[in-house]
Structure formats: structure tokens, C-alpha cells
């Protein structure tokens, strides 16, 4: 089934973060489904990512070269990520016990690049050149260890996405309030008018 790669689908707050939400209903293994269950949405997520995140990118178009080839790699990043972070925003630590697997699946990104990434202005390196998929996952899951990143971790309470919450008073509860705070909100308020039903 392809996928329609719309701005929900970027709730995350970072490149990282919203791959690792392309594991839909994570945690219910009855309902849960992946979303990069096929190669061929690797191209199609990257272009969409270049649109909804190119302030984090500074502007630089990521690409895919060979899906096929790429694939593990990605889903290697991409869980070694949700794992460390789910961790650090449930307990508020990061478990040091899920480092090495993430920072090897991030070596493995950026293996054979010649990049020169962190500049002023520059985040991600030259935006006048393509970057690779797996190097660009691999540069925006390391830049959520910083302790402002951290303290800003977040688990939706409706889909169990993980998201950074840049509010001012870091108190967002939902990963995309249109959406999640929606549901939520007509939820309460189905379960309310039950009640006061059930009461007459």
C-alpha cells in the first residue's frame, strides 16, 4: 500500500524521530504496522522529508540512490533510535545499555561519507548537494543527545509516537494536536455523554 507522506506524518519534531514513527501502533504487535515495509517508500519519504523538515536540514535535498540496498541500514538507525529515546523519554535517562547498538547503526549511515556536518548555518552540511537518506537519519539521532533535546522527549498518549516538544512551557501532550488532541478530545467527550446517558 503506498503511502500518503502528509505533515502528520512529521509530527516528530525531527528527521530522526519521524522515521522512527513509521512504525505505526508501536507496541501492538496485533495492530502494528511498518510503514517501510517496502523499499521503493524509502525515495518517496525522503522527498516529502526534504519539504517538512528543511529547516532542521538547512535546506539540503535528501535522497535515496538504491532503496533495496539502503533498507537495513535505515530500519537499523530507525530502531536503534526509537529504542534509546523511548527509554530516555519514559525514565528521563538515557539507558547507556542501548548506546552502542545506536551508535553503530549511526556509524554505519555515515559510513563513506565525506561530509562536513554541525556549521553555523550549515547544520547538515553543504545544501547545495544531496544527502543521503542514512546519512541524514544518522546526523539528526545523534543531534537528540544534547540535554535540551532530551529534557524535551516526548511519547504521545494517543499513537505512541515519540516527538520533541518545542512548546515554550515544554507542556505539548500531543505529538500533532489536529490530529492526536482531536481524537482524544472527542473521545472524552463520547465517554462523557455515555455517562450522563447511563445516569438519566
Known amino acids: 500500500m503506498t503511502v500518503s507522506w502528509t505533515p502528520h506524518r512529521f509530527s516528530g519534531g525531527v528527521l530522526a524521530l519521524d522515521a ?12 502494528s504496522f511498518d510503514r517501510f515495509e517496502q523499499a521503493v517508500e524509502l525515495p518517496r519519504f525522503a522527498a516529502a522529508a526534504t519539504g517538512f523538515r528543511a529547516d532542521e536540514l538547512g535546506g539540503r535535498r535528501v535522497e535515496v540512490e538504491d532503496a533495496e540496498a539502503i533498507l537495513p541500514t ?15 523519554a519514559s525514565d528521563g535517562s538515557v539507558a547507556t545499555a542501548d548506546l552502542p547498538d545506536f551508535l553503530r547503526a549511526c556509524a554505519d549511515g555515515l559510513a563513506g561519507r565525506e561530509e562536513h556536518v554541525g556549521m553555523p548555518e550549515k547544520p547538515f552540511g ?41 512548546s515554550r512551557n515544554a507542556s505539548r501532550l500531543w505529538c500533532d494536536m489536529a490530529v492526536c488532541g482531536n481524537r482524544q478530545k472527542a473521545r472524552r467527550h463520547y465517554h462523557r455523554r455515555k455517562e450522563e446517558v447511563s445516569h438519566v
Open 20 to 31: 522512527a514513527n513509521t512504525v505505526v501502533l508501536r507496541g501492538d504487535p496485533e495492530r
Open 74 to 88: 535505515v530500519i537499523s538507525i530507525r530502531e536503534a533510535t526509537d529504542r534509546l529515546f523511548r527509554h530516555a
Open 126 to 166: 553543504d545544501p547545495s548537494t544531496p544527502l543521503a537518506l542514512e546519512a541524514a537519519l544518522a546526523v539528526s539521532a545523534l543531534s537528540l543527545l544534547s540535554s535540551d533535546n532530551l529534557r524535551r522527549l516526548r511519547i504521545c498518549p494517543n499513537c505512541n509516537w515519540l516527538f520533541l516538544d518545542r
